[in-house]
């Protein structure tokens, strides 16, 4: 189990740009594969996009691809989205886990909203 801490959330106009962050303290996320989540309001949980453990490796849903972008720093611990060129369909809570996830690491999320 691994606890998980997002941050770098907020309220930007459409076209914008927001980095996000997820730690973890104490905890290493070695060796696992992590990605970003999102749920919008009244929506289920969908991925967003995904960082192997040697940071080579990246995958992201098709709604984010060209915008976002996955990265890590191991010695850190800790894995960032940089999201530009925002839209107001983005908004959403975002989350950080394991990919695939795993619930026991589910943390509380960091909310984005994007504005028209």
């Known amino acids: 189990q691994v606890q998980l801490a997002e941050s770098g959330g907020g309220l930007v106009q459409a076209g914008g740009s927001l980095r996000l962050s997820c730690a973890a303290p104490?905890?290493?996320?070695?060796?696992?594969?992590m990605g970003w989540f999102r749920q919008a309001p009244g929506k289920e949980r969908e991925f967003v996009a995904s960082?192997?453990?040697?940071?080579?490796?990246?995958y992201y849903a098709d709604s984010v691809k060209g915008r976002f972008t996955i990265s890590r720093d191991n010695a850190k611990n800790t894995v960032y989205l940089q999201m530009n060129s925002l839209k107001p369909e983005d908004t959403a809570v975002y989350y950080c886990?394991?990919?695939?996830?795993?619930?026991?690491?589910w943390g509380q999320g960091t909310q984005v909203t994007v504005s028209s």
């Open positions: 960082i192997d453990w040697s940071g080579s490796g990246t």
């Open positions: 886990n394991s990919s695939p996830p795993k619930s026991s690491n």
């Open positions: 104490g905890r290493t996320f070695s060796p696992y594969v």
